[in-house]
């Protein structure tokens, strides 16, 4: 039944050592966004893939990147992760830019 | 850029009661009106949306109106149970090309038995 799925549900890194997190989805949207979401705060866009187009917040950090191989699949990759990257990362899909964003249920990451 | 306030930032309601959460946006030209609910931990869940042409939407005891004139738009609960309570966020957007959802800073509604 799940829809949009994130794996891990939760990731402990060190500060500085590369991590990715991944996110699929099973309803062939065409948009999958990723949002970094700290306590007690809305969603924050990083960034979005309509099809393999990819668009970057101007706010969003060179840190993170983001890989889109194929429809179904996106990843984040944190490159040097700080102290100040641990948050919740979710990810979401539409089925088109106009449309209704679906959430997964989020990566817990912790920087140590 | 759009700019979405929602107030109030908590809502404490005893269970039955009503409970009334509002947003104002800043940019005429959005269009599109979403509400999520987040349980702790969890994912932001939709559970009602309105678009610019309609005033009104209800879906069994959560409503949501619509004005546009005034550029604001509201949650209603009726009838709350403890449930219900998480934090509530709003959003909105214009749905031409991409335009990012802009959320507000969101109410944390707690139901008391």
């Known amino acids: 039944d799940a829809m949009v799925i994130q794996n891990p549900r939760y990731q402990v890194t060190q500060f500085g050592k590369p991590v990715t997190l991944s996110c699929s989805q099973t309803?062939?949207?065409?948009?999958m966004y990723w949002y970094q979401q700290k306590s007690s705060q809305a969603p924050k866009l990083l960034f979005h893939?309509?099809?393999?187009?990819?668009?970057n917040e101007a706010d969003t950090p060179d840190n993170f990147q983001s890989r889109r191989p194929n429809t179904s699949f996106c990843f984040l990759d944190i490159r040097s992760p700080g102290l100040g990257d641990a948050a919740m990362y979710l990810c979401a899909t539409s089925r088109d830019p106009a449309g209704t964003q679906f959430f997964g249920p989020g990566t817990r990451l912790t920087v140590l | 850029g759009e700019n979405v306030e929602q107030h109030p930032s908590t809502l404490s309601v005893q269970e039955g009661d009503s409970a009334v959460i509002k947003c104002t946006y800043s940019?005429?030209?959005?269009?599109?009106f979403p509400w999520y609910k987040q349980e702790l931990g969890k994912r932001p869940q939709l559970i009602i949306d309105i678009r610019s042409n309609v005033g009104e939407k209800k879906d069994q005891r959560i409503a949501v109106t619509l004005n546009k004139t005034a550029k604001h738009f509201s949650l209603h609960i009726t009838e709350t149970q403890p449930e219900d309570s998480a934090v509530y966020f709003c959003?909105?957007?214009?749905?031409?090309?991409?335009?990012?959802?802009?959320f507000g800073t969101g109410t944390r509604l707690l139901v008391s038995p």
């Open positions: 309803l062939n949207h065409n948009v």
């Open positions: 959003a909105a957007k214009r749905n031409t090309g991409f335009q990012k959802l802009v």
């Open positions: 940019d005429s030209a959005s269009n599109y």
């Open positions: 893939y309509y099809d393999k187009d990819f668009n």
